[in-house]
């Protein structure tokens, strides 16, 4: 079983739509979860963390299940550029230890 | 946040030629940088992880004679990919941590090396 696993995609979607991306863990042991975006030929940059009591960031809503080693990423009113690709990353317990990335979830918004 | 400059963001390179990538961090000390590789359409792979002032440490399947990693100072990486072939045309990312939030967990990124090795 991979470490990270998320939904295949791609995701088509009509500008205003609310899309969810849904992601699975391995490790039950993991500390800090994150979804991160990244463009076409670019770095990976950070969108939001993901916290166990849910939390929002304007359109963007992540969640996190523990018991069932569950994150989601919630966004509504699509925009254009929201177009990317969005990463579901797990940080490991201790130490600095690198991020593990799962293979991500393309979403393309459509006019 | 934290910046990493990476350099050079694109390479071009016959078989057989070495190539380095540098890693900087530019506004904070990382004892650590994590180098990563992506394949298109993959995700994120670890390659090895750098430590300042001593051997890196290479994921399994990674051949350390051929990728050769040096972390010489707080702020700087350099992978070096030795006798390159076209199998290791791929987009080269290092990412560190500021060494004072080891445990918050988001990792700071370089633009990242696209090499085509031809």
């Known amino acids: 079983r991979k470490e990270v696993e998320q939904d295949p995609g791609p995701f088509n979607v009509p500008e205003g739509a609310t899309v969810a991306f849904n992601c699975t863990y391995s490790?039950?042991?993991?500390?800090?979860f994150f979804w991160y975006r990244q463009d076409c030929r670019k770095e990976p940059k950070l969108l939001m963390s993901v916290y166990s009591s849910g939390n929002e960031d304007g359109r963007f809503t992540a969640q996190l299940n523990r018991a069932s080693q569950y994150i989601s990423l919630l966004i509504r009113d699509s925009k254009l550029s929201d177009s990317a690709t969005y990463l579901c990353v797990v940080n490991l317990p201790s130490g600095n230890t690198p991020l593990v990335f799962g293979k991500g979830t393309r979403l393309s918004v459509i006019a | 946040g934290a910046v990493v400059s990476q350099h050079p963001s694109r390479v071009i390179c016959k078989s057989g030629t070495s190539v380095k990538i540098e890693c900087r961090s530019l506004?904070?000390?990382?004892?650590?940088m994590f180098w990563y590789r992506q394949f298109p359409k993959q995700s994120l792979m670890l390659m090895a992880t750098?430590?300042?002032?001593?051997?890196?440490?290479?994921e399994q399947g990674v051949e350390k004679d051929k990728f050769l990693i040096n972390h010489a100072s707080l702020t700087l990486s350099t992978l070096t990919v030795t006798s390159a072939h076209p199998e290791d045309s791929s987009f080269y990312i290092c990412s560190a941590r500021d060494g004072l939030a080891q445990n918050t967990g988001e990792l700071f990124f370089g633009e990242g090396s696209r090499l085509t090795v031809l």
């Open positions: 490790n039950s042991a993991s500390q800090s």
């Open positions: 506004d904070f000390q990382a004892t650590t």
């Open positions: 750098s430590n300042e002032g001593s051997k890196a440490t290479y």
